[in-house]
């Protein structure tokens, strides 16, 4: 049963528009949430992260919303640009449990010119 | 260069045949992992080494064995590949001295396997 769940798997939007991607945990033991932005033929690279003590982190571009009680977090791009095309992984992970990384199955996002 | 190298970075084999993946660093991160990643189903934890005499299992480690030679160096082995081991194979570093919370990890390039 996974633990992180990105329950859509792709998408589109055009350039200079928002893209929302979501993500839902289940183990209320997770303390520390991560982004991760993958290209093809390479590995996936750290975004952005939130700890459980926030609801909000921004870097730029991307910002990462935590609701705890719905056990839920979102990444926004704004305003999304043709290199944010990629595969985004959402992972989280427990303190109490050694720090290790549990993955949401991804989301494809394509950003059109 | 690359923080994080991974070799072969594909590779085709047979059913039955040993086949090990290597993974160097020149981070001088002390945690290493190694994670399998299949369409939709994300990343998941093979097996992890928090320094050179750690060695640990993760999330579906059945069909795996590792090998921590030295800080820099981790190796993923198939003892006896089978077709349902064909992924992508991902070898990451994390350095544990960032305060406390998750380590960021740093992930190689990738070694696509595929087991006839």
């Known amino acids: 049963d996974q633990q992180v769940k990105q329950n859509s798997p792709s998408l589109s939007v055009q350039e200079g528009r928002i893209s929302i991607l979501n993500c839902d945990y289940t183990?209320?033991?997770?303390?520390?949430f991560l982004w991760y932005k993958k290209y093809p033929a390479e590995g996936p690279t750290f975004l952005i992260s939130?700890?459980?003590?926030?609801d909000k982190n921004e870097d730029g571009r991307f910002t990462v919303f935590l609701n705890k009680s719905a056990k839920h977090l979102s990444l926004h791009i704004v305003p999304s640009q043709p290199g944010d095309s990629a595969v985004y992984f959402c992972a989280a992970s427990a303190k109490a449990a050694g720090n290790k990384l549990t993955f949401g199955g991804g989301t494809r996002v394509l950003v059109k010119p | 260069d690359a923080d994080v190298t991974q070799t072969p970075r594909n590779r085709i084999t047979k059913t039955g045949k040993r086949i090990m993946l290597e993974c160097s660093q020149t981070?001088?991160?002390?945690?290493m992992y190694w994670y399998r990643q299949d369409p939709g189903l994300g990343l998941r934890l093979i097996y992890y080494?928090?320094?050179?005499?750690?060695?640990n299992k993760g999330e579906i480690s059945d069909g795996y064995s590792v090998s921590r030679q030295a800080q820099a160096k981790f190796s993923l082995s198939l003892e006896s590949a089978i077709p349902n081991q064909t992924a992508l194979y991902f070898c990451a570093t994390s350095d544990d001295r960032q305060g406390g919370y998750t380590d960021t990890q740093y992930f190689g390039p990738g070694t696509r396997l595929t087991v006839l």
């Open positions: 981070k001088g991160h002390d945690r």
């Open positions: 080494s928090f320094d050179v005499k750690d060695i």
């Open positions: 939130i700890s459980s003590i926030k």
């Open positions: 183990n209320s033991m997770f303390d520390y």
